[in-house]
């Protein structure tokens, strides 16, 4: 069964604790993004990486940071430096368009986080 | 770079009627446009989306309009029923090497039986 998967599904983080969310998918995507999703602001692009051991800053990176040293995996890890974490946080990927692509995104089932 | 804006925030109907909403972009460059559909509690899934080369694409209850002139875009869905509800995201992404998507707020539609 392709598909995309996060965990874990639910994650409480302490002030002051990094914290490192998983995303793997099977589905041989190249490209792979994080969404960070707050009410009434919709999804706003955290990090994306369009091939293994590379990746770019999205519109809010600051206190995140991510590695894809597999093309399978895309973990996004939130660090202390990210004064407001608690959201839902979406991992996606999509095949790379030359051009377009017919697919849109892949969503996984998402993280909630919560400082405690 | 691209800004995407969607239009009602919330949106109740009755079960039968019709529901539209409407989303503007401001990068001329997008020219591909999917809008996706997020149960509560479950990951947004594409159910639609069009190229800039069409002016309007139907699937089944669902239809999708695109005026690249106005640089605007709409989602209507007929007949609704108490499975449309949902929160509904409209968006925006250029053609090329990369498929950077940019997403509108989202419009929680409530279908009321």
């Known amino acids: 069964d392709g598909g995309i998967t996060q965990s874990p599904k639910y994650l409480f983080r302490k002030e002051g604790q990094n914290v490192t969310l998983s995303c793997e998918q099977n589905l041989n995507h190249d490209a792979m993004y994080w969404y960070r999703q707050d009410p009434g602001q919709g999804l706003r692009l955290i990090y994306y990486?369009?091939?293994?051991?590379?990746?770019q800053k999205g519109d809010i990176a600051e206190g995140y940071s991510v590695s894809r040293e597999k093309k399978e995996s895309f973990p996004l890890t939130v660090t202390s430096a990210q004064k407001n974490p608690t959201a839902f946080y979406l991992c996606?990927?999509?095949?790379?368009?030359?051009?377009?692509?017919?697919?849109?995104?892949?969503f996984g089932s998402g993280t909630r986080l919560t400082v405690v | 770079g691209e800004n995407v804006e969607q239009h009602p925030s919330t949106l109740s109907v009755q079960e039968g009627d019709s529901a539209v909403i409407k989303c503007t972009y401001s990068d001329s460059a997008s020219n591909y446009f999917p809008w996706y559909k997020q149960e509560l509690g479950k990951r947004p899934q594409l159910i639609i989306d069009i190229r800039s080369n069409v002016g309007e694409k139907k699937d089944q209850r669902i239809a999708v309009t695109l005026n690249k002139t106005a640089k605007h875009f709409s989602l209507h869905i007929t007949e609704t029923q108490p499975e449309d509800s949902a929160v509904y995201f409209c968006a925006a992404s250029p053609s090329g090497g990369y498929q950077k998507v940019t997403f509108g707020t989202g419009t929680k539609l409530q279908v009321i039986p």
């Open positions: 996606a990927s999509s095949i790379p368009p030359n051009g377009f692509s017919d697919y849109g995104y892949t």
């Open positions: 990486s369009q091939i293994v051991n590379d990746f």
